[in-house]
């Protein structure tokens, strides 16, 4: 089974059938269990319900949620799932198996779900975790499974488990930093100090247009003040939001003259104690999916939110 010679460990399992991903997956959690550590299951609903067969009574002693929920927007997961689990657990080595990617996940989805598979390695470092993500090798494309080699150091099927020789998860980060595809239609207001307000008035207009409302509304207005906030702090000043509707979405974009050089900004968990900008952390947990193109003197984060 796993080596867990280093602290952290984060092994793809391409899968070819139910079974095979039943298997593979309760022996993984069977294991942690018997070691005494915290395990967490975070998968899809249909193949949590395999997964909790599987164990039978075992399956009480694990945390278990449904990623098309908790990680519907990759940039969350990070921060809101698997760090969540983890510092819950500081003293412990624990295990999780996160599946962020299966074969409804869009097009304009999987970018960003590529860079978060990339960016768990830079974020667990040194950490005592590990992190199992299976791969549907049935149902995703074929440039699914061979990325899925580029963003994971160790790679496991039914015929046992390996090295990745095409491990480079930079190559996957700076590959899906693309400019964004250009809209058909929308509308836009530029905005500096004195008009941050009209960004967010168009966005909840255009939302309420769209039947959102309530709670999810305030989301939008504050998704949107803090991208303005970050523009004005900096991106330059200025900045300039364009909103439209596609596919069942609402899609808010604010660009500015900006350079995001961490890629983990807006994945770190914040101590609500400390200072410091929490922008994007805020964004990546209210939005349903959020892509980003970033280079010196310009950068576009795109936000999207599903329509009620």
Not at 145 to 162: N, Q, W
Not at 163 to 168: E, F, R
């Amino acid at each position: 089974m796993l080596m867990l010679a280093q602290p952290f460990a984060h092994p793809a399992l391409f899968y070819r059938s139910d079974r095979e991903y039943a298997a593979a997956t309760s022996a993984f959690v069977r294991e942690g269990l018997a070691a005494g550590e915290p395990v967490a299951v975070i998968v899809p609903a249909a193949n949590l319900a395999l997964i909790q067969a599987e164990l039978g009574a075992a399956a009480e002693s694990v945390l278990m949620a449904d990623m098309r929920e908790a990680g519907r927007n990759p940039g969350r997961i990070i921060p809101a799932v698997l760090c969540d689990f983890a510092d819950r657990h500081p003293d412990d080595h624990v295990r999780i198996i996160g599946e962020p990617i299966w074969p409804e996940r869009t097009a304009v989805e999987y970018p960003a779900c590529a860079q978060h598979e990339a960016l768990i390695n830079l974020s667990f470092a040194g950490r005592r975790i590990t992190i199992l993500c299976p791969y549907d090798a049935v149902g995703l494309a074929p440039e699914i499974i061979r990325e899925a080699a580029r963003t994971h150091p160790v790679l496991r099927d039914a015929s046992g488990e390996r090295p990745s020789a095409d491990y480079a998860p930079g190559l996957v980060v700076d590959g899906h930093n693309r400019p964004l595809d250009e809209p058909d239609r929308h509308v836009s207001v530029r905005f500096d100090r004195d008009n941050l307000s009209e960004a967010r008035c168009l966005a909840a207009r255009e939302a309420a247009a769209m039947g959102f409302s309530g709670d999810r509304l305030d989301d939008i207005r504050l998704t949107v003040s803090e991208l303005g906030a970050n523009s004005l702090d900096h991106g330059g000043g200025a900045g300039t939001i364009r909103v439209w509707a596609a596919d069942g979405r609402l899609v808010c974009e604010v660009s500015d003259a900006g350079h995001i050089t961490d890629p983990l900004v807006g994945r770190r968990p914040v101590d609500p104690r400390s200072a410091g900008s929490r922008g994007l952390l805020i964004v990546n947990l209210l939005s349903d999916l959020v892509r980003v193109h970033t280079r010196a003197g310009a950068t576009a984060v795109r936000v999207y939110f599903d329509a009620p």
